[in-house]
Nanobody, 117 residues
Framework: QVQLVESGGGLVQPGGSLRLSCVASGIIFSFYDMGWYRQAPGKQRELVATITSGGRTNYADSVKGRFTISRTNATNTVYLQMNSLKPEDTAVYYC???????????WGEGTLVYVSS
């Protein structure tokens, strides 16, 4: 059974920082591209950042220079370090695991990040 369990969300003031974690089980983690997506109220889910199995990263323009995605294969964990948070970063953040061949796509339950003073 595949599980992706996010943690680290919460309430933070504008300009603050949070570190999200996602621990995966039931998959060969090192084979998967991992990603963070977010969904704000009334909006569609959008890509935040991805990291390939080889460690190549990609970011949404809105978070470049503020967020950093990383992974530790030894602990099946992917992280999202979020700095200089803005109210518009408020959303539920979801962890994603993607394998291209065969096509496998898994999601976590999400963790809420709320940026407000």
């Amino acid at each position: 059974q595949v599980q992706l369990v996010e943690s680290g969300g919460g309430l933070v003031q504008p300009g603050g920082s949070l570190r999200l974690s996602c621990v995966a089980s039931g998959i060969i983690f090192s084979f998967y591209d991992m990603g963070w997506y977010r969904q704000a109220p009334g909006k569609q889910r959008e890509l935040v950042a991805t990291i390939t199995s080889g460690g190549r990263t990609n970011y949404a323009d809105s978070v470049k220079g503020r967020f950093t995605i990383s992974r530790t294969n030894a602990t099946n964990t992917v992280y999202l370090q979020m700095n200089s948070l803005k109210p518009e970063d408020t959303a539920v953040y979801y962890c994603n695991a993607l394998l291209s061949r065969p096509r496998m796509n898994y999601w976590g339950e999400g963790t809420l990040v709320y940026v407000s003073s």
